[in-house]
């Protein structure tokens, strides 16, 4: 998938599943972000599908998400993105909790 055959199978799946419902969600975020603005903490971020999508619209994201795994796919997703974008997104792997 993005080069890591050790990730466990529901991280392998994940974009592919869950993804299926993101234009709701991601149409859902961006309406209340119009409202608030930012920066985004986005809490269990995954794979980064809502992330990756709302920086593009020049929002400061941190993410945080308990599974490595996802965390790593997430990774990779974010190292083909340009720099610009690279630079205004932080992950962590930590508890929600424990932040």
Known sequence: MYGNENI???????????????????NWYKTKLKQFGGPILDLACGTGRMS??????????????????MLSVFRKKLDLCPKELQNRIEIHQNQMTDF
């Open 52 to 69: 990756l999508e709302l920086v593009k619209d020049n929002y400061n994201i941190i993410g945080i998400d308990v599974s490595e795994s």
């Open 8 to 26: 466990d199978p529901v991280v392998k799946y994940y974009d592919e599943t869950v993804g299926k419902t993101g234009d709701y969600e991601l």
